[in-house]
């Protein structure tokens, strides 16, 4: 017997009986595709059958929240979704000739200042709809009418009445095609069981829709209930719905946050969502958080690390992390307390003057938080506690920590699959032998110092041969480390990523010879403060103290050299002279030494 009906809905009738499941996915479409789907709908042509599940006299949306959710913003904002070949020109021209006298002069026109009359209007009258979409269309076409008096030349105030009417008309005509309460929108409903329902929407994901994992975890977690969270785990999970319904619109089917944060009940996925949340709260020099609605992956792979679940088996978390008098609130903290300290080992490497040149995935970083956590805590049948033995460990892997985490970024350890690598780095085989991986994590060694030269020296190698503009986050970071122990990081200017040899003076190689240059390698780019950056300009610091009478405008040169500027005699091929491409390669690989030992010396004393 089959568990579904098919039937027909106008759109006025849906648009107040749907409501969304808690583990419904996020409203997520680019405005590229919502336009797609309005211009179908305007068409007058059939968008695709949605599925829904009839609860308590309102119809849960199961497949077709993207859909339902963009015809709702149409509702909403219809006039955002104009454009401009929907006012034709012949529209346009009953405006200009609503007079006699606009119809006069509109036909002495030449064909050029004909078109360039019509495209003015046509923008004016487009404009005025967008910027007064709330009001009803009379008062609407008085501002148009107005607006068009008084910026084209063509249409007088004594016609004011006669252009009013045809702005009426025209705006009539839109609204006709901006009305979708009568457009049919077929739709499946399921009957079958609320258990049916979960599988349903997990089954979507093998057959053509794109749901995340995570999408699959919301609905194959939802029966999963932890208890007794705090308020910082609550107020994370109800920012998501919150910002889910006011994005799509749509309300969540028996959802009162006035209840969620009486009953203080989540899912095991709000849970580890709420993980991923905090996190980026607390640690946004590491860790960029993205909107409320959306899912962060973060939080669900530090608890499957935390409890010694692969990352490809996340699926298996449920059974290892399900104990009914387990505090989840001290698991949150001491998470949130292993990313902080992470951001405390990292910071002085990866930001400088509130600026941030992180460049770590985002399962680096867990494996990070990982590693630390599993050093410093021990999760019991009840909660979290300290573990007092590894403050050895702890004090190496704070110590090695910054050398594996550049290293790691300037060999590319961490592209391709990801998963595979945080598994190997802190997932035990064995269960009897908890932390073994831990415990000999290659963190907690340190890196063979010719190795690791090695590895920056061919990142450097393979800049310098690279065709590059703009200055990518590995050379800021690149020289964030070197700047890192020198006192002029620390005085209170802003600071810039400078070109020591201008990028202007690439420009005729660049774009008369076509040449193919690495203007952006590390080994031309140093940091200076962001004042004399402005004031130079196209200037290297020796040239711009020549126009200023023999003095540096602000620094001596034992003050550049701070700042690991070149002195004279390094740029002697390019002051007052055109840029020759073998000179600047010969500059930047003999600058790569000076900077490679700088960059060493920042890891390596």
């Given at each position: 017997m089959n568990?579904?009906?098919t039937?027909v809905?106008?759109?006025s009738?849906l648009k107040s009986?749907?409501?969304?499941?808690?583990?419904?996915?996020s409203?997520v479409?680019?405005e590229?595709?919502?336009?797609?789907l309005?211009?179908?709908?305007k068409?007058?042509?059939?968008v695709?059958?949605?599925l829904?599940?009839?609860?308590?006299?309102?119809?849960l949306?199961?497949d077709?929240?993207?859909?339902?959710a963009?015809?709702?913003?149409?509702?909403k904002?219809?006039y955002?979704?104009?454009?401009e070949?929907?006012i034709?020109?012949?529209?346009?021209v009953n405006?200009?000739?609503?007079?006699?006298?606009?119809?006069?002069l509109y036909?002495?026109y030449?064909p050029?200042s004909?078109?360039?009359i019509?495209?003015?209007?046509k923008?004016?009258i487009?404009e005025g709809?967008?910027?007064?979409s709330e009001?009803?269309?009379?008062k609407?076409?008085?501002i148009i009418?107005?607006n068009?008096?008084?910026?084209?030349s063509?249409l007088?105030?004594?016609?004011?009445?006669k252009?009013?009417?045809k702005?009426y008309?025209l705006?009539d005509?839109?609204?006709?095609?901006f009305?979708?309460?009568?457009?049919?929108?077929?739709?499946?409903i399921f009957t079958?069981?609320?258990?049916?329902?979960?599988?349903?929407?997990?089954?979507l994901?093998?057959?053509?829709?794109?749901?995340s994992?995570?999408?699959?975890?919301?609905?194959?977690?939802?029966?999963v209930?932890l208890?007794?969270?705090?308020?910082?785990?609550l107020?994370?999970?109800?920012?998501k719905?919150e910002?889910s319904?006011?994005?799509?619109g749509?309300?969540?089917h028996?959802f009162?946050?006035?209840?969620?944060?009486e009953n203080?009940e989540?899912t095991l996925?709000?849970?580890a969502?709420?993980?991923?949340k905090?996190i980026?709260e607390?640690?946004k020099?590491?860790f960029?958080s993205?909107?409320d609605d959306l899912?962060?992956?973060?939080g669900f792979?530090l608890?499957?690390?935390?409890?010694?679940?692969s990352?490809?088996?996340?699926?298996?978390?449920p059974?290892?992390?399900?104990?009914?008098n387990f505090?989840?609130?001290?698991l949150?903290?001491?998470?949130v307390?292993?990313?902080?300290?992470?951001?405390?080992?990292?910071?002085?490497y990866?930001?400088m003057?509130?600026?941030n040149?992180?460049?770590h995935?985002?399962?680096q970083?867990a494996s990070?938080?990982?590693?630390?956590?599993?050093?410093?805590?021990k999760?019991t049948?009840t909660?979290v506690k300290?573990?007092?033995?590894?403050?050895?460990?702890i004090?190496?892997f704070?110590k090695?920590l910054?050398?594996?985490?550049v290293y790691?970024?300037?060999?590319k350890?961490?592209?391709g699959?990801?998963?595979t690598k945080l598994?190997d780095l802190v997932?035990?085989?064995?269960?009897?032998?908890?932390?073994?991986?831990i415990?000999?994590?290659?963190y907690?060694y340190a890196?063979?110092k010719s190795?690791f030269k090695?590895?920056?020296?061919?990142?450097i190698n393979?800049?310098n041969s690279?065709?590059?503009t703009?200055?990518s986050k590995?050379?800021?970071?690149f020289h964030?480390c070197i700047?890192?122990?020198r006192d002029?990081?620390y005085n209170?200017?802003?600071?810039?990523?400078?070109?020591?040899?201008p990028?202007k003076?690439?420009?005729?190689?660049k774009?008369?010879?076509n040449i193919?240059?690495?203007i952006?390698?590390p080994c031309n780019?140093?940091?200076?403060?962001e004042?004399?950056?402005?004031?130079?300009?196209?200037?290297?610091?020796y040239e711009y103290?020549e126009?200023h009478?023999?003095v540096?405008?602000?620094?001596s040169?034992?003050?550049l050299?701070?700042?690991n500027y070149?002195?004279?005699?390094?740029?002697e091929f390019i002051h007052?002279k055109k840029?020759?491409?073998?000179?600047?390669?010969?500059?930047?690989?003999?600058?790569?030494?000076?900077?490679?030992?700088d960059?060493m010396?920042a890891f390596y004393?």
């Open positions: 568990k579904y009906e039937t809905f106008k759109f009738k009986k749907v409501s969304l499941p808690k583990y419904q996915r409203y479409w680019q590229s595709k919502k336009l797609k309005i211009n179908t709908i068409r007058g042509l059939p695709g059958t949605v829904l599940s009839k609860r308590d006299g309102e119809y949306i199961v077709g929240l993207q859909r339902i963009t015809f709702k913003d149409f509702e904002d219809p955002k979704y104009l454009e070949t929907e034709s020109d012949d529209d346009v405006v200009l000739t609503s007079s006699d006298v606009s119809e006069e036909n002495n030449s050029k004909k078109k360039a019509r495209n003015t209007t923008e004016l487009i709809i967008k910027k007064n009001l009803e269309t009379y609407k076409a008085n009418t107005n068009l008096i008084n910026k084209t063509i007088c105030r004594d016609s004011e009445k252009i009013h009417e702005i008309e705006l005509k839109v609204n006709n095609i009305t979708i309460d009568n457009y049919e929108i077929p739709a499946i079958g069981s609320d258990k049916e329902l979960v599988d349903v929407f997990k089954l994901n093998s057959t053509g829709t794109s749901l994992k995570y999408d699959v975890f919301s609905a194959s977690w939802n029966d209930i208890r007794n969270v705090d308020d910082d785990v107020d994370a999970v109800l920012s719905y910002t319904m006011s994005k799509s749509i309300e969540i028996n009162s946050s006035v209840e969620f944060k203080k989540i996925f709000e849970y969502y709420s993980i991923g905090l980026g607390k640690t020099r590491i960029k993205k909107s899912v962060d992956s973060l792979s608890l499957a690390g935390v409890y010694n679940v990352n490809k088996e996340m699926v298996k978390l059974d290892a992390m399900q104990s009914g505090d989840f609130n001290q949150k903290d001491s998470l307390k292993s990313a902080k300290k992470i951001e405390e080992i990292l910071i002085q990866i930001s003057y509130k600026k040149y992180a460049c995935s985002e399962l970083l990070y938080i990982i590693t630390y956590h599993r050093l410093q805590y999760i049948n909660g300290r573990v007092k033995s590894n403050n050895d460990k004090k190496k704070t090695y910054p050398n594996h985490y790691d970024i300037y060999r350890a961490w592209s699959s990801g998963d598994d997932i035990d085989d064995s269960e009897q032998v908890y932390n073994t991986s415990n000999s994590s290659r907690l890196i063979d190795e090695n590895v920056i020296s061919s990142w393979e800049q690279k065709d590059t703009s200055i590995e050379v800021k970071l964030n700047f890192k122990d002029v990081r209170n200017s802003g600071k810039d990523f400078e070109h020591i040899i990028k003076r690439f420009e005729e190689l774009n008369k010879r193919k240059i690495p952006s390698s780019i140093t940091i200076i403060p004042y004399d950056n402005r004031m130079k300009k196209d200037k290297t610091y103290e126009v009478n023999g540096l405008k602000r620094y040169i034992e003050e050299d701070k700042y070149p002195r004279r005699n390094k740029l007052n840029l020759n491409a073998k000179d600047y390669e010969k500059f930047i690989n003999l600058r790569k030494y000076k900077i490679l030992d960059f010396k004393k």
